[in-house]
């Protein structure tokens, strides 16, 4: 099916645990709020980032921020193209639930799946996905990620798929001209924690924020330098808050029905959606140069994919959402690529 607009090629690069002023609250003419500068890696380790931080963040959540000099290239993009400052994350919570949401509109879980959790339901989940509706229509997609881990492989049919593949592929699948129409991007965690995770376990000591955008900027490179740039879309997001401090307090969308575990505040009632706001950068020839500051959040990627391929929504939460539209300008002179 041929897109409604001339982008054929959607790029969504997913990195982890960055609240919007934690790596965008000193950026010119946003909504951000001025903190005390963060070090590569964090003093404190990774801070906690559960439902149960995120109902504490008011006392817990780090109150410190990077500066331009540590995420060079991300200002970078923010000028030549579209920041948005009223990005959300989906789920009020950490990594599983939030990354569910940007490849199905939905989650079954609020915190990370575990054994040990029995309030929510156990992986593999079966839901249906934008990766399903994509197929079905025609269409491809497919996951360049760490080959050791995938949360595709979290979602029934989507487990074992072929489409599953190593990040190494982004680059020369982009230069060959074979990239799918959507594609989900994540940085390897081994032997280096590129994803700009706060370390841990292993990487315990690592500095992750410098070398994970780093890389970040080297895949955009290759993106832009392909000859697909004029049918291109990237969106560059981060999974959720990483316990870091934000001053806009999220909207309620809607509340948690499960339980919650045994210690700690009740999670019975308590918001389920949105979570904390996040940076989402808008990379493309029509991407509206300047600040967007309309209501966004990760389900508006996915609904960005079914606006452009003509797909239906796959739940009632895409068929409500946004789709970006505020960040393109289809008719504008193309901008080049990024540099």
């Not at 951000?32 to 963060?38: C, E, F, R, T, Y």
């Not at 995770?197 to 080297?218: E, R």
């Not at 969308?253 to 996040?278: A, E, L």
Request: glycine content about 8%; aromatic content about 12%; overall charge negative.
């Amino acid at each position: 099916m041929k897109p409604q607009n001339p982008v054929e090629h959607v790029v969504i690069i997913v990195k982890e645990n960055h609240s919007f002023d934690n790596y965008f609250g000193t950026f010119p003419g946003v909504n951000g709020s001025i903190l005390p500068v963060a070090q590569d890696p964090p003093a404190g380790g990774d801070p906690r980032h559960d439902h149960t931080a995120w109902l504490e963040r008011s006392t817990k959540a780090v109150k410190l921020q990077y500066k331009e000099t540590d995420i060079p290239a991300y200002f970078s993009y923010a000028r030549q193209f579209t920041l948005c400052d009223n990005y959300y994350t989906e789920v009020a919570s950490q990594s599983e639930p939030n990354h569910l949401m940007l490849i199905a509109a939905d989650s079954p879980i609020i915190d990370n799946a575990s054994k040990t959790r029995t309030y929510q339901p156990q992986e593999p989940f079966a839901i249906p996905s934008l990766p399903e509706n994509l197929e079905k229509a025609g269409l491809s997609w497919a996951t360049y990620g760490d080959p050791g881990f995938s949360y595709f492989e979290k979602i029934v049919a989507l487990k074992g798929s072929k489409n599953i593949l190593p990040w190494t592929r982004l680059d020369t699948d982009a230069a060959a001209g074979t990239l799918p129409n959507v594609s989900w991007v994540y940085a390897p965690s081994s032997p280096q924690e590129l994803s700009e995770h706060p370390p841990y376990g292993a990487n315990a000591g690592q500095a992750t924020v410098k070398l994970g955008s780093a890389w970040t900027a080297a895949r955009v490179a290759a993106l832009g330098n392909s000859g697909l740039w004029a049918k291109l879309a990237i969106f560059i997001t981060w999974d959720d808050w990483g316990g870091w401090y934000d001053h806009v307090d999220p909207p309620l969308r809607d509340k948690w029905t499960g339980g919650g575990p045994t210690t700690g505040p009740s999670y019975t009632g308590t918001q389920f959606s949105y979570g904390t706001r996040v940076g989402c950068l808008v990379i493309s020839p029509y991407s509206k140069q300047g600040v967007s500051s309309k209501f966004h959040s990760h389900v508006s990627l996915v609904k960005f994919c079914e606006v452009t391929f003509g797909l239906k929504p796959i739940n009632a939460r895409d068929a409500a959402s946004d789709g970006m539209e505020d960040c393109f300008d289809f008719g504008q002179v193309a901008l080049e690529p990024p540099k």
